[in-house]
């Protein structure tokens, strides 16, 4: 049984300012050790629960944030950008019985702790066939289409209720509690590690890969907070204007979809000026 952790930061215990996730911060030195205990109390989690392999990918940021020099030693970590499937690379090879989501967070434009949905800011709504879509549902949506259940969900308490819209089965494990966007009510690490632990080794028997969904086309749109922004987007074969701050594109699978996805979002990220957006 191989289980593959995307690792996101935002929703890690104690996080909860933008420093604490903005690399080549004291903050985020900091954070990164909360960041990567969450991460090996998923792994002893597995483990103990008769997991055989366990691949981390790093899915924050510059996706080089975990220290691996203090993980369990039993897994084995993917970094680094400038990957095929970004946030859930990996999946695709067809070993992979199920997949965790840690350190995730709410979409953006919703409650939740550094809510956001791929970009920090820019970005104010995503939807797919008109379903409010958080990093969690999108990559769900590209799990699904390899057979890959999502077995655990750990972040704020507003993230694990955005599992049970796309993966109700799944265990999820609360670190904090939403007060705002930059601030939360926090567990200390020793109990959020017990508590991930726990339910890692309990979502074990949910690894169990099904027949890949056939379930589009999708229909994706985004929400921008500038208009100059749908010009950026636009620029990408397939995407239209669909209102003044708004693009929409169709997918015939998620796989794509996600690949338009991070192709629009690029462009967008290099429309922004540094004061005005």
């Given at each position: ?50 997991a055989d392999e366990v691949l981390i990918n790093e899915a924050h940021w510059t996706m080089r944030n975990l220290l691996l020099e203090e993980l369990d030693e039993r897994a084995v970590m993917l970094t680094g950008k400038h990957k095929s499937l970004s946030m859930v690379e990996g999946v695709q090879h067809g070993d992979v ?181």
């Amino acid at each position: 049984m191989k289980i593959l952790i995307s690792a996101d930061m935002e929703g890690a215990t104690g996080v909860t300012w933008p420093a604490d996730v903005l690399p080549g911060t004291p903050q985020w030195e900091r954070c990164r050790r909360l960041f990567t205990s969450d991460v090996s109390a998923a792994v002893a989690g597995f483990f103990a629960g008769g997991a055989d392999e366990v691949l981390i990918n790093e899915a924050h940021w510059t996706m080089r944030n975990l220290l691996l020099e203090e993980l369990d030693e039993r897994a084995v970590m993917l970094t680094g950008k400038h990957k095929s499937l970004s946030m859930v690379e990996g999946v695709q090879h067809g070993d992979v019985d199920g997949i965790a989501f840690v350190g995730y967070h709410t979409g953006a434009g919703t409650e939740g702790v550094l809510a956001h949905t791929y970009l920090a800011n820019s970005i104010t709504g995503v939807w797919v066939d008109g379903v409010p879509a958080s990093e969690g549902r999108l990559n769900s949506l590209v799990v699904a289409e390899y057979g890959v259940p999502v077995v655990l969900v750990t972040g704020d308490d507003r993230t694990c209720e955005d599992a049970k819209g796309y993966a109700p089965e799944a265990r999820s494990v609360a670190v904090k509690d939403y007060v705002s966007r930059y601030a939360a009510v926090c567990r200390t690490p020793a109990r959020t590690a017990a508590d991930i632990r726990a339910a890692a080794r309990e979502a074990v028997p949910l690894a169990v890969r099904h027949e890949p969904a056939q379930a589009g086309p999708f229909t994706v749109e985004l929400e921008f907070d500038a208009e100059h922004l749908v010009g950026a987007a636009t620029v990408v074969p397939g995407v239209e204007r669909s209102g003044v701050r708004r693009v929409a594109y169709t997918s015939p699978t998620m796989y794509e979809g996600i690949r338009c996805f991070k192709a629009v979002t690029t462009l967008v990220s290099a429309a922004v000026e540094e004061q005005y957006g």
